[in-house]
């Protein structure tokens, strides 16, 4: 069942519908198996992208992240 975007994976409440009920729990489990994959490879690239801002110290770069995430 397509969610508007090609590209995007089925989230969990589509999967919850289209999902066998004697299935679910092993759908639910690849879903989260799936989106841990999805969050590391986005950290290695937000990670990369921080690393080409110039700051000398990465852990300074991350300090800034997270500061502005939280504001």
Do not use: H, Q, W
């Amino acid at each position: 069942m397509p969610t508007g975007r090609a590209s995007t994976p089925l989230g969990a409440a589509d999967a919850g519908t289209t999902a066998r009920p004697e299935a679910l729990d092993e759908t639910v489990r690849a879903f989260g198996e799936r989106r841990s994959a999805r969050t590391g490879a986005r950290v290695e690239i937000t990670r990369a992208c921080l690393g080409s801002l110039g700051r000398p110290d990465p852990a300074e770069a991350l300090a800034l992240f997270d500061e502005v995430r939280l504001s």
